[in-house]
């Protein structure tokens, strides 16, 4: 889109109003269309005219003018509105674009992301020049705004600061503070928190939670500090206690908590019938988990769950446009709406066999249509990850009197250490691994043992972490060494080593954090790298979440964080990192 205060100029929409005067022709004109109409709530026929990226018209009318119209008969069609993902994390190996792009062929035309990446990565001028050029692809894109680092971090004052998180919600991108990862400090007393939040509010924008396990109490005192939604219940009862207490309630069906379909039928059990309060997300899924749609398949499953036909659809098109005020741009096929529209062969099958976004075709009967990645990566700080220092053989020394073990793919508690560390190698006779978090510029390392992650890993090195920083794991020192080196080599990456071979690897080029292949290939790559490390032990669901979850402090109990072995509960550092 062109570089504006307002999405259509003057001139623009005066074009627009042309078109119904019959002085100039749409530019495509949706004959005989079935399609869903969310004020009436019912499935209505019209002729839909669009010009350029809007929708100039529906009713039964036909244009005067088709000069240059491109015009399809929708016969046999049903058209629903582009689906909206209203929580994306769109740097999970993939990347924004190549997010987007694979979305929307599954009829996702609209996001709403995480700026974290951005924030933590990007200087503010370069992130939002970003955000600018992204304004130009096919598929809307929007964002939030961080509170926090979701970590212990270094300098959290300067990259969080108050003229940061300002101009972030300023942005006319930015639809919402959070996700409140942070909320535990809200609600000890942290009033710059509250005042971020206070401003979000201001300019109508909304707050996004993440409570897991919150007890109605608390529930009712962040809703009344200003928080709007959550995504974190996970049963039908916390579902009816965020229900109570106002919020609305996005329901999960992700790579670490798929629970969509029981979430449903626990829903029901408990009477819940009405469907205005809910909206869906897959909360920011591995590539492979992705592989059978995106917002289509939570209305599948809805669908399969017995939810009516339209509130299934709304979950994920208007109810979501509704919460982040953007009605009268998306989540509806209307006059004045941005022309993203999903044709369906009927209405039972929420995947589209055609997809149209901002009036371009991304998706045409069945087939897949140009979404062109001319990006300039480099150009917005996304190069190859370099780092001119060297790991040597004093890095690697391990004496931490505990570890840390892994109760899930996510969550890690700190455990007594009872095998000796000194040596080079570890036992394939236990699932004991060395573990080293050290700062991408070398300046700091943390070096400690990981239980429940493998059993026969020999050299695991990933770039790919919450703050960017390096992840080592393994049994074998020397293995360790050489994944770090060829990850090194290749720009960034998640790269296994095993007696001194490379076996596996995921190039990352984009700051080490992101590929900047499709995400069909990233979806094979991980399958690979998920069957390796399951050949070796590993026993969670999602390797990618454990890489990227190990420095998070919003998740209990011990992290391994950038000052350091930190306590989440007691909110300390239990051993801080040891300078280089």
């Not at 499709?518 to 669901?541: H, K, M, N, P």
Request: net charge negative; hydrophobic share 40%; with cysteine.
């Amino acid at each position: 889109m062109l570089e504006q205060r307002y999405r259509w100029k003057n001139k623009h929409l005066r074009e627009h109003v042309s078109v119904l005067d019959g002085r100039i022709a749409p530019t495509m004109l949706l004959k005989n269309a079935r399609y869903l109409n969310q004020a009436i709530k019912k499935w209505v026929h019209a002729n839909i005219w669009i010009l350029g990226d809007r929708i100039v018209y529906i009713g039964e009318k036909l244009p005067d003018k088709l000069d240059g119209c491109e015009i399809v008969d929708c016969n046999g069609l049903t058209l629903v509105p582009g689906y909206i993902e209203p929580h994306a994390h769109p740097f999970q190996l993939y990347n924004p674009l190549s997010f987007a792009r694979y979305a929307a062929q599954f009829g996702t035309t609209t996001l709403i992301n995480d700026n974290m990446v951005l924030a933590l990565q990007l200087e503010k001028k370069k992130a939002f020049s970003f955000l600018k050029e992204m304004r130009n692809i096919p598929s809307t894109m929007y964002w939030w705004c961080r509170f926090d680092a979701q970590t212990e971090i270094q300098n959290e004052e300067t990259t969080f600061s108050h003229g940061n998180i300002k101009s972030w919600l300023e942005h006319d991108a930015v639809l919402q503070g959070g996700e409140l990862t942070g909320w535990p400090k809200l609600l000890d007393g942290d009033d710059l928190m509250l005042h971020w939040m206070q401003e979000a509010k201001r300019m109508r924008k909304q707050i996004e939670g993440h409570f897991p396990g919150a007890s109605e109490k608390t529930l009712a005192k962040l809703m009344l500090l200003g928080a709007d939604c959550d995504h974190e219940a996970i049963s039908g009862q916390e579902i009816m206690n965020r229900l109570m207490q106002g919020y609305t309630v996005s329901l999960r069906y992700s790579s670490i908590r798929p629970d969509l379909p029981q979430l449903l039928d626990e829903m029901h059990e408990l009477g819940i019938d009405h469907y205005e309060s809910f909206i869906f997300t897959t909360d920011g899924s591995s590539s492979s988990f992705s592989d059978q749609g995106i917002i289509d398949q939570m209305i599948r499953i809805a669908l399969e769950k017995g939810v009516p036909v339209i509130d299934a659809y709304n979950m994920g098109t208007i109810n979501v446009a509704k919460y982040y005020n953007i009605q009268h741009l998306h989540g509806n096929i209307a006059t004045g709406r941005v022309a993203n529209i999903n044709f369906l062969e009927n209405e039972s099958n929420p995947t589209p066999v055609s997809v149209l976004a901002k009036g371009k075709w991304i998706r045409k009967d069945g087939e897949n249509t140009s979404f062109e990645d001319n990006m300039p990566w480099e150009e917005y700080g996304f190069e190859p990850l370099e780092m001119n220092w060297e790991l040597t053989s004093h890095d690697m020394q391990f004496s931490m009197p505990f570890g840390i073990k892994m109760e899930s793919a996510v969550i890690t508690k700190p455990y007594s250490l009872a095998i000796d560390i000194s040596g080079d190698e570890l036992s394939r006779e236990h699932d004991e691994c060395f573990f080293m978090l050290i700062d991408r510029k070398g300046k700091w390392r943390v070096n400690t043992v990981i239980k429940g992650f493998a059993n026969e890993l020999d050299g695991l090195a990933s770039s790919y972490s919450n703050t960017g920083d390096i992840i080592l794991i393994g049994k074998s020192k020397k293995d360790m060494m050489n994944a770090f080196n060829h990850m090194k080599e290749i720009g960034g990456g998640i790269v296994i080593s095993e007696q001194g071979r490379i076996v596996t690897e995921i190039p990352l080029t984009l700051k080490g954090i992101m590929s900047n292949k499709r995400v069909e290939d990233l979806i094979e790559e991980e399958r690979t790298l998920l069957a390796y490390l399951r050949e070796r032990g590993y026993r969670f669901a999602d390797p990618i979440y454990t890489l990227l979850f190990f420095s998070s402090t919003h998740l209990p109990y011990i992290r391994v964080t950038q000052r350091g072995m930190y306590d989440v509960m007691n909110k300390t550092v239990l051993f801080p990192t040891m300078m280089r």
